[in-house]
């Protein structure tokens, strides 16, 4: 069965950084682009960003474009997303998702707070 | 960007009763939609994709239709299990976008 288990989240600083994980196992991962979706408590879903399977492709929602940044390693079967000049906006649930939609991790809780 | 309206914000219904959401898209994605169910704490889990395909397991009482820029989900028979919050999303660009959900509750 595929599934997807992201790791890295915690409490942290404004300004502070953190890198989240996702690990696949049940399918082929090199196989499949992958997104992080994320969302704060009490409010809707909101797409963070895009890799190809390559990694060569890589979109980022404006809201995080140049403080986060996606990779992804295919021999390790992870994604990541490094989190760069946390804002009180970035808390939230981070899931990773896999294209299609049809796999989404348990979720990684990132908090914000001095 | 494509921003995403969902009606009702709640919905009240009883047990076997036909539920009805509706999603909207501001510009046509053509068939490029799909409904989540989300419960508390728990992450999404997709019913529809491409607008009306049902993903395997999932209920028949859940369909989906609609293309262009309007978009319905239906629940047939409503069960207490049904009682979640459920979300559209389009993804006709690499960028998704969600609409802002729906609570069903079970009166």
């Known amino acids: 069965e595929a599934e997807l288990v992201e790791s890295g989240g915690g409490l942290v600083q404004p300004g502070g950084s953190l890198r989240l994980s996702c690990t696949a196992s049940g399918f082929i991962f090199s196989n499949y682009e992958m997104n992080w979706v994320r969302q704060a408590a009490g409010k809707t879903l909101e797409w963070v960003s895009y890799i190809s399977t390559s990694g060569n492709n890589i979109y980022y929602a404006d809201s995080v474009k140049g403080r986060f940044t996606i990779s992804r390693d295919n021999a390790k079967k992870s994604v990541y997303l490094q989190i760069n000049s946390l804002r009180a906006e970035d808390a939230a649930v981070y899931y990773c998702?896999?294209?299609?939609?049809?796999?989404w991790g348990i979720g990684t809780t990132v908090t914000v707070s001095s | 960007d494509i921003q995403m309206t969902q009606s009702p914000s709640t919905l009240s219904a009883s047990v076997g009763d036909r539920v009805n959401i509706t999603c909207r898209a501001s510009?046509?994605?053509?068939?490029?939609l799909a409904w989540y169910q989300q419960k508390p704490g728990k992450a999404p889990k997709l019913l529809i994709s491409k607008a009306s395909n049902l993903k395997s397991g999932v209920p028949e009482r859940f369909s989906g239709s609609g293309s262009g820029t309007v978009f319905t989900l239906t629940i047939d028979r409503l069960r207490p299990e049904d009682l979640a919050t459920y979300y559209c999303?389009?993804?006709?660009?690499?960028?998704?976008?969600f609409g802002p959900g729906t609570k069903v509750e079970i009166k």
């Open positions: 998702v896999r294209d299609g939609m049809d796999v």
């Open positions: 510009q046509s994605i053509s068939v490029w």
């Open positions: 999303q389009q993804y006709n660009r690499a960028t998704w976008t």
